[in-house]
Structures are given as structure tokens and as C-alpha cells.
């Protein structure tokens, strides 16, 4: 089992900046990939960038040029700093933990809300 933790959500105007921080303990496995997703009210579940252990990223085209995803293998941590942020980037925030090796298995936290005021 692996468990998450997130921090950093909160309220913020339109153009501020937050950085959210996911720590991630228990049956950790060597080949990972951690991220982040965001549910807005009324849509669905979407990508909002993901990380390797490689470091190799992937990014929403919604959030590229403006968040940035890093994380620290050691320590098993990820964050994602948010910068210029719009009234749309409001959602519930979650991190996810994938394991790239047997046996295969997602993990989620049970997610920060970012609300971005105009």
C-alpha cells in the first residue's frame, strides 16, 4: 500500500502562484511515475503533468509555460508549482502514484482544492 499526502491548496487571485507538495510512503517501488490531476465541478477527471524518475515530464497543453512539475527521488516527494493562475485552473487537486514494475497499481491522495478567484 502506498499512501499520499498533499499540501499547499488554499485561494488565490487570478495571476498569483501556488506550489502544492505530495509525499508519498509506505510499499514504494523503485520505477515510478508521480503526478498530478485536477477535477473541476461539472467535468471530469484531467492530467495536469506527470513526472518520471527519469525526470522526463508531461503537461496539460492548459498549463504548459505556466506549472512546472519536480520531485525529489530520495525522498519520494513531487511538487507542482503553479504560476499565473486562471479562474479556470479551479479544481480539486490530486496526486497520483503509479508504480512502473510488478505488481502494477495506482495510487491517489484524496486531493487540495486551488480556487482562483477573478
Known amino acids: 500500500q502506498v499512501q499520499l499526502l498533499e499540501s499547499g491548496g488554499g485561494l488565490v487571485q487570478a495571476g498569483g502562484s501556488l506550489r502544492l507538495s505530495c509525499a508519498a510512503s509506505?510499499?514504494?517501488?523503485?520505477?515510478?511515475?508521480m503526478g498530478w490531476y485536477r477535477q473541476a465541478p461539472g467535468k471530469q477527471r484531467e492530467l495536469v503533468a506527470t513526472?518520471?524518475?527519469?525526470?522526463?515530464?508531461n503537461y496539460a497543453e492548459a498549463v504548459k509555460g505556466r506549472f512546472t512539475i519536480s520531485r525529489d527521488n530520495a525522498k519520494n516527494t513531487v511538487a507542482l508549482q503553479m504560476n499565473s493562475l486562471k479562474p479556470e485552473d479551479t479544481a480539486v487537486y490530486y496526486c497520483?502514484?503509479?508504480?512502473?514494475?510488478?505488481?502494477?497499481?495506482?495510487?491517489w491522495g484524496q486531493g487540495t482544492l486551488v480556487t482562483v478567484s477573478s
Open positions: 497520483n502514484f503509479r508504480r512502473q514494475v510488478f505488481p502494477y497499481r495506482e495510487f
Open positions: 513526472i518520471t524518475n527519469g525526470v522526463t515530464t
Open positions: 509506505g510499499s514504494i517501488f523503485s520505477l515510478n511515475v
